[in-house]
């Protein structure tokens, strides 16, 4: 559903922004399905001197348009959690048919001519912890500024349906992910960085405990 940009606008000027350190366009749904992304972007920038972010899937980063909106931004991270077709289909469960392949390569041309700030945010899944690895090529092909690897926090529903979308609280049947330990991830972090160069960042120890 588009988001008139008037109701963007009006909406941060009624919120207390002014204590914030960023402005950042993310939600339930994926920003770069908006066809006014670009719009907002600029009207936001006119208003405040605050970065502005987005957070995105990146599975549209092939389309040359969504790149240029983007490219409006300071920061932009995207999500890069599978680097083969099989476990994206698992694990992001896409509408469209999407190639993990033309994800890395959308995100390599955002950054080939943006000179914004890039993160990647890579979820780590059992079955993922001992492969992290694989992250590695991906991640240096792409020279992100950053990297977080981060750790599941929230219950999932047992079904997937409209009606539970971004309603959280509302599950009635829930599971919650087995998490990798603190070792697991400090260990594919240190590993990731030392290969790359590039700073990765991981959750704290408190955040592996429920």
Partial sequence: MRVPTERVI???????????????????GEPTLAANLGEAIVEVRQRTSL?????????????????????????????????DDARLA??????RATRAESIVEGIVSLRANWSG???????????????????APAIAHIAPDCVQLNVPSR??????????RGAHAAFDQERAWRMLDFDEVESARSE????????????????HTR
């Fill in 51 to 83: 970065p502005v972010v987005v957070l995105t899937n990146a599975m549209h980063l092939d389309d040359p348009q969504v790149r240029a909106e983007l490219s409006l931004a300071d920061e932009v991270c995207c999500k890069l959690d599978a680097i």
């Fill in 192 to 207: 990731i960085e030392a290969i790359t160069g590039i700073s990765i960042v991981a959750p704290p120890r408190e955040s």
């Fill in 155 to 164: 219950p999932v529903p047992l079904r997937h349906t409209l009606d539970t």
């Fill in 117 to 135: 700030k890039l993160t990647l945010q890579i979820m780590l899944l059992p079955g993922t912890g001992s492969s992290a690895m694989a992250f």
């Fill in 90 to 95: 698992r694990i992001n469960r896409p509408v």
């Fill in 10 to 28: 009006r909406d941060l000027e009624a919120a207390d922004w002014g204590r914030a350190d960023v402005v950042t366009f993310s939600g339930s």
